[in-house]
């Protein structure tokens, strides 16, 4: 199983990016899967899980601001960020979970600044 997160950068407090976690070895329409972040110097937290019966959870920091969907044709999941806030600025990881296994991606950096 490989997941390669991409679709990290620089953006202006207030923008928004989308981040893209592909997977080879795995199918996301039967298992769940999430993103994490972890900022500079603190934790890694959960940021977003879509689950297999396709329900979404949101960390309260994120919600109403962040979107996470799937694309089953592409095997791909996102994340919408919108309106970012300079506390958004992490490391942002995707998390595939099957069953008791889970698989984690490389990270793709996002800062928020001006």
């Known amino acids: 199983v490989q997941l390669q997160a991409s679709g990290g950068g620089l953006v202006q407090p207030g923008g928004s990016l989308r981040l893209s976690c592909a997977a080879s070895g795995f199918r996301f329409n039967y298992n769940a899967v999430a993103w994490y972040r972890q900022p500079p110097g603190k934790q890694r937290e959960l940021v977003a899980t879509?689950?297999?019966?396709?329900?979404?959870n949101y960390a309260s920091a994120v919600k109403g601001r962040f979107t996470i969907s799937r694309d089953i044709a592409r095997n791909t999941v996102y994340l919408q960020m919108n309106s970012l806030k300079s506390e958004d600025s992490a490391v942002y990881f995707c998390k595939a979970t099957r069953g008791f296994n889970d698989f984690w991606g490389q990270g793709t950096l996002v800062t928020v600044s001006s």
């Open positions: 879509f689950r297999s019966d396709r329900s979404t």
